[in-house]
């Protein structure tokens, strides 16, 4: 979009942007300069995940899309490939990860609940590497619930006995004398819910200005005049006691700036109380990282009004700034750009309105009036039952997550059952962006020099050092040799050491489970000629931000994850049942070293029983992993390929423990599919170690660690500058199949192609159910829009 240039005199009141063909010249010329070449100097990321719904049972599959987009714009050009995806439950534990190759902007896959899952709210969390350079509230986040129907809804008008947080935010930043200001309420309780008050503005004189109040969501506003030389402050009754909160206070020599909805746009007033009024100040507009309007205001008159067509606008957020001649920012705001009318330009059509039971269902899709260019579109469907009695919870959506929700920390969703009154909405926007201070705009500019410690990943990488084995602050100069092998692939690539001995291989593109070796020579120029170790970087997921959930269980998760930490702190080469011969006490301790260092990602610290599989991988006498248990621990019967951990019970039931790879809860298949020279060592967790994980340790834990490139430093066998190990690939998305389905989701289509016209066709089966069921589509067009729409249809049983 072209920038919209024009300048004002001081006789002007009213005032319209136009286009010229000429940009009129200004003193910040060098500044626009700077803020163009400041937002493309890091291109940051934002991810959407489309669900095929929020409510789930136990047992159920969570099918997913992604979308993987440029921050500013929109559009899948960024350069991350690969996206991690965490099931997180509600005790704040990450229970499943899948790592996520992403193709032209989107990817997707698919979680698998357990039977016996914990009831309440789940977090999916997805991030890209590089994200983790910036603020993590920048990670996409969703709540979804397990055989619950109360979601929580993050604001509570319950009365509190601590005194409530009020913030007071002038429009434009600054609250100036002699003119009439509008200021948001605030109000919350920790942790950050939002709560009903009501209050008077009284001045220093004790005189009452004017009655407030707040929505259930914490939010109000109210405007008056203040006097130069006052001071205000509000007065709150809560509990019989009255608290009191001071206002910000007034400029007498300032500026501000104010933005309101038009018939035919936005409309920009701008107020100055400094000695030469507008004179010299400058008006821009952002947005998606470009300058789209900009205005010189001259003359000493004190107010301008510029009024800009909503037709020279995007749809999103654009931000206006008031600068002054030396280009420093004296006041700006948030607008946001609707986008309803986005939905109106798809339509989806079912076949008819009601259908019976088992009845093959048609929908017809149209996107004409959206794509008038030729543009590609990442697209996904979902069709599932409407349960009435959660119909209408606030949810995240394409369109308003990528436009809004994701420039700004507050928690928009919360809003949501007020959404469909589209002037409360329209009005609760308003207040949420001039509540937003500089911290709070996640992709405001800041000219930050800091480097950047995780870098965009377009495949994964194997990166490590390479020392030498007696002195392992010694880095050897080396050639190492990748070789890797799967039933796809056989690949091979060579690195040399840096001066620090570090090495790198990255854009591996591992589509399954991969055999991985590695092998460091010394480089014939070094005068270093002795053994040598490779050690392997390992990555670690983000921490999870308890706060982030706030359910009733949430500070019992808290005290598990600080009980763990604390344990982890203190583990000691005692733990466990591995015996230590007197002459091997230095290598012993050295491998429970290593056995608590990959225990990190779990709950437990202190195993019942652990089986080190050093020995079986060079001989193997068993044909899987629990074969490998049997007669080995009391407590412990293995039946076949099944194991259980209490008492001499039959299969019958769910007597099975609960199965950990390598940090992670699986299934047994899983386990018994893994080759035994893949397996660095076996846990098994009994009676109350288990009880941590709750229901579902409750028939006890068997936890089993592959290699992974750190084993061999700690054998005294070890080949020098050897390893290998195998490697997780990308996560592979099962196919949704209807007749293998059990659940409320009728058809899930990831990747919905378009035809010539510019329209789709699905078709499904309907369920031996009656109820309402919902067509849900939502994608992003290669130039960055992104779209929603939806349609309903009824399902009624034949008599």
Request: proline share 4%.
């Amino acid at each position: 979009m072209k920038p919209i240039f024009t300048s004002f005199s001081s006789i002007c009141i009213n005032l319209v942007f136009i286009l010229l063909s000429q940009p009129v010249s200004s003193n910040n010329s060098t500044l626009f300069a700077d803020i163009e070449s400041k937002s493309a100097s890091i291109s940051k990321e934002k991810i959407y995940i489309h669900f095929d719904k929020t409510f789930y049972n136990q047992g159920e599959s969570i099918w997913y899309k992604i979308y993987l987009v440029d921050a500013v714009n929109h559009t899948p050009e960024t350069l991350s490939k690969v996206v991690y995806v965490d099931l997180i439950d509600p005790n704040n534990i990450i229970i499943d990860s899948e790592t996520i190759k992403i193709n032209e902007g989107a990817g997707h896959g698919d979680f698998k609940l357990p039977q016996n899952a914990t009831h309440g709210a789940y977090t999916i969390r997805a991030y890209t590497n590089f994200m983790r350079n910036f603020d993590d509230a920048r990670f996409f986040r969703k709540t979804i619930y397990v055989n619950t129907l109360r979601p929580h809804r993050g604001f509570n008008t319950a009365t509190a006995s601590t005194k409530p947080q009020i913030d007071f935010s002038p429009e434009g930043g600054n609250m100036v004398g002699g003119f009439l200001n509008r200021i948001v309420v605030k109000a919350t309780n920790p942790p950050e819910k939002g709560m009903q008050i009501n209050g008077d503005i009284i001045d220093d004189t004790n005189t009452k200005i004017l009655h407030f109040k707040t929505s259930k969501f914490g939010l109000g506003s109210f405007q008056f005049i203040p006097e130069n030389g006052r001071t205000y402050k509000a007065i709150v009754s809560r509990n019989g006691v009255k608290h009191a909160y001071p206002l910000p206070p007034v400029k007498n020599h300032g500026t501000t700036i104010r933005v309101d909805e038009t018939h035919h746009g936005y409309r920009v007033n701008v107020f100055s109380s400094l000695v030469n009024g507008i004179n010299n100040l400058e008006l821009i507009g952002k947005q998606k990282g470009e300058m789209v309007c900009r205005a010189e205001l001259n003359g000493k008159n004190p107010k301008a009004a510029i009024d800009l067509p909503i037709s020279d606008l995007e749809y999103g957020l654009i931000q206006f700034q008031l600068l002054n001649k030396n280009g420093s920012v004296l006041s700006e705001e948030l607008a946001f750009i609707d986008t309803r009318d986005l939905e109106q330009k798809i339509t989806i059509t079912p076949s008819k309105k009601t259908y019976e039971e088992n009845e093959l269902a048609e929908i017809e899709i149209n996107f004409d009036s959206l794509f008038e260019e030729n543009l590609k579109a990442n697209i996904s469907v979902a069709v599932t039952e409407v349960n009435p009695v959660i119909n209408g919870v606030p949810d995240l959506d394409i369109t308003s997550y990528l436009l809004l929700n994701s420039e700004i920390k507050d928690n928009i969703g919360q809003f949501g059952d007020n959404f469909d009154n589209d002037s409360l909405r329209k009005k609760t926007v308003q207040q949420i962006l001039i509540a937003q201070d500089d911290n709070q705009y996640l992709f405001k500019d800041n000219n930050t020099n800091n480097e950047l410690t995780f870098l965009p990943e377009s495949g994964f990488n194997l990166s490590g050092v390479v020392r030498q084995k007696k002195n392992k602050n010694k880095p050897v100069k080396a050639n190492v040799t990748l070789t890797y092998k799967n039933s796809k692939e056989l690949g091979r690539d060579q690195a040399i050491t840096d001066s620090l001995g570090r090495f790198n291989f990255s854009n591996l593109n591992f589509e399954e489970r991969t055999f991985v070796a590695l092998k460091a020579k010394n480089l014939s120029s070094q005068k270093y000629k002795g053994p040598f170790t490779i050690e392997l970087d390992s990555f670690s997921p983000p921490l999870v931000k308890t706060n982030l959930i706030s359910e009733k269980n949430t500070t019992k998760g808290n005290v598990l994850l600080k009980s763990k930490l604390n344990r982890n702190t203190e583990f000691t080469s005692q733990e466990g049942e591995i015996k230590l011969d007197p002459v091997k006490v230095t290598a012993e301790k050295k491998r429970l070293d290593r056995f608590a260092k990959k225990r990190k990602l779990t709950l437990y610290t202190t195993p019942s029983h652990t089986l080190d599989f050093k020995d079986l991988r060079i001989s193997p006498s068993a044909r899987n992993p629990i074969q490998a248990l049997q007669g080995l621990f009391p407590g412990v019967h293995v039946i076949g390929d099944n194991i259980i951990l209490r008492g001499r019970n039959s299969l019958i039931g769910n007597n099975l423990p609960l199965f950990l790879l390598d940090g992670f809860p699986t299934d047994l298949e899983m386990i018994t599919s893994i080759p035994i020279f893949s397996i660095d060592f076996i846990d098994i967790i009994q009676s109350s170690g288990a009880s941590i994980y709750g229901s579902r340790g409750g028939n006890g834990i068997v936890a089993v660690y592959t290699i992974d490139g750190s084993e061999e430093n700690d054998e005294e066998n070890e080949r020098n500058g050897i390893i290998s190990f195998y490697r997780p690939g990308y996560y592979q998305a099962r196919a949704f199949n209807q007749d293998e389905n059990d659940s409320t989701t009728l058809y899930w289509n990831p990747d919905l192609k378009l035809e010539q016209s510019n329209s789709a066709k699905i078709a499904f089966k309907t369920a031996h159910k009656s109820a309402t069921y919902k067509v849900l589509l939502e994608g992003i067009a290669s130039n960055g829009t992104p779209f929603r729409a939806e349609a309903y249809f009824d399902v009624k049983l034949t008599e």
